[in-house]
Nanobody
């Protein structure tokens, strides 16, 4: 089970840290991805971290967002800096026990477990 939290209202240029807490499995055994869905748009990949800690980012967030994993807290974080209004979306974390190949990290269908989503609103 995954529990996403940390969303809220932030001004452009600000920062937010999202959390994805895992239960039932140790996060170190999981590959975890963050996806987002803006109103009227398809869900898109944001960032992912594989079981071996290799990380991947969408081009639109590279250099602004950082995904990390804290095994002691059984949680994956998404630190979002320099936020833009176009980052406004519901953010979802997802996980799988599968050892994903690189290309699969970006694909929502590769993940078996999904959190409930947390809304991030960036005002201009």
């Amino acid at each position: 089970q995954l529990q996403a939290s940390g969303g809220g209202l932030v001004q452009a240029g600000g920062s937010v840290r999202l959390s994805c807490a895992a239960s039932g499995r140790t996060v170190s055994s999981l590959s975890v991805g963050w996806f987002r869905q803006a109103p009227g748009k398809d869900r898109e990949f944001v960032a992912g971290i594989r079981w071996n800690r290799s990380s991947y980012y969408a081009d639109s967030v590279k250099g602004r967002f950082t995904i990390s994993r804290e095994n002691a807290e059984n949680t994956v974080y998404l630190q979002m800096n320099s936020l833009k209004p176009e980052d406004t979306a519901v953010y979802y974390c997802a996980a799988t026990l599968s050892h994903l190949i690189t290309s699969s990290v970006y694909t929502s269908t590769a993940y078996d477990y999904w959190g409930q989503g947390t809304l991030v609103t960036v005002s201009s």
